[in-house]
């Protein structure tokens, strides 16, 4: 006797990753045709948190080099743009599922106005690209005497 092992939701595990897939390929329908931020391959997740002194932008790049990755402030928009390199592999390997999607990625954030564009750093560390947008000093309200004339 044979037992066979069934996994039901499979099915619909599969069709969420080729709708994701899909999606990702529609990331930016407001650019030329023939602009390179036109087809993403893949899009990282991004979290981005407001601090009291900063904004934090932390997006999932693993297997990116830091090298592959563009990062650009213009106009009050910050686009992050890249490229993981996929791995050559053989059949002979034994491979039998490969998930992990390569090629370009290529996301944008509209900044508020508190957002110093000067001051943007950002660093990449174990698959995690983490960009740091100070924001800018807070104008202090002042008092403005009348004087007679």
Do not use: C
């Not at 900063?54 to 090298?67: H, I, K, N």
């Amino acid at each position: 006797m044979k037992i066979t092992r069934t996994e039901p939701w499979s099915l619909f595990d599969v069709l969420q990753r080729d709708l994701d897939r899909m999606a990702g390929r529609r990331i930016n329908t407001t650019t030329p045709p023939d602009s390179d931020a036109s087809i993403a391959d893949w899009i990282p997740a991004v979290d981005v948190v407001e601090e009291e002194a900063r904004f934090l932008l932390r997006a999932d790049v693993p297997g990116v080099r830091p090298e592959d990755i563009d990062i650009n402030m213009e106009n009050g928009v910050l686009t992050v743009s890249g490229q993981r390199i996929a791995e050559s592999t053989e059949q002979a390997q034994g491979v039998k599922r490969l998930e992990r999607l390569n090629g370009k990625f290529y996301r944008r954030f509209s900044l508020p106005e508190a957002a110093n564009a000067d001051e943007i750093s950002a660093q990449s560390a174990h698959g995690i690209l983490e960009i740091v947008i100070p924001k800018q000093p807070e104008a202090k309200a002042r008092k403005i005497t009348v004087k007679a004339a």
